[in-house]
């Protein structure tokens, strides 16, 4: 398992310290074509660039599980808030990123939205629940 994590983001206020709590935080998994994880690479390379410049942003932590035979990303994206998350998801940068998407992938990626640990706690609570 390997993580990194981007920088934060220009548009936030240095002098109100943001708590994980309160950050949203959209989780993307996908699952690459193992012939494709170097184009996948380089494609997270270059959206992770972009996705760095959007208001509100604050990291991205990839988590890459490649002893799979289709090697498994968990792409965390944080922002400061819903909206920013929101915007993202309807900016044309996003778009453009999607449409190169297509063949690196051998399903449809899946979505995850939260806001501070919410997605944790909630998937931590049903694994739980699943397993009386």
Known sequence: MDRSTGPNASSRNRDAPLRSKDLATWMIVDHVNRESVSDYESWLNGIHGDLGKQHGFVSVDVIRHLDQPDPEYVILVKFEDQESI???????????????????????????????????????RNNLAGAR
Request: glycine share 6%.
């Open 86 to 124: 929101s915007r993202w998801r309807s900016s044309p940068e996003l778009a453009s990123w999607l449409s190169k998407f297509e063949g690196l992938v051998t399903s449809d990626p899946r979505f995850e939205e939260a806001i501070g640990l919410e997605l944790w706690l909630y998937k931590r």
